[in-house]
Nanobody, 125 residues
């Protein structure tokens, strides 16, 4: 059974940091991504990392503040979030794709094969 389990969410003050983790089980994945969904808004792309050359891409809203990384030996992906802002408040979802997704498709949530249950991140002002 394939599972993605996120952890590390919580409440933090603006300017603070959090580190999210996502542990995969049941199979390995080439592409991992983080999406987020704020109340009343659509799910949006945050960042992605591909196995091939460890390529990463970020949404403009988090570039320079968030860092995605992966540990293939642990079948896990991480999201280090620094300089958090109240507008970063959302449920964060880990997503995984079996193959290396082309760049033109990485922001499309429908391209991912598996999803975690989400973890709440709340940033207070």
């Amino acid at each position: 059974q394939v599972q993605l389990v996120e952890s590390g969410g919580g409440l933090v003050q603006a300017g603070g940091s959090l580190r999210l983790s996502c542990a995969a089980s049941g199979r390995t994945f080439s592409t991992y991504a983080w999406f987020r969904q704020a109340p009343g808004k659509e799910r949006e792309f945050v960042t992605v990392i591909r196995r091939t050359a460890g390529l990463t891409y970020y949404a403009d809203s988090v570039k320079g503040r968030f860092t995605i990384s992966r540990d293939n030996a642990k079948n896990s992906v991480y999201l280090q979030m620094n300089s958090l802002k109240p507008e970063d408040t959302a449920v964060y979802f880990c997503a995984a794709g079996v193959g290396d997704l082309p760049v033109l498709r990485i922001r499309n949530s429908a391209e991912y094969d598996y999803w975690g249950q989400g973890t709440q991140v709340t940033v207070s002002s």
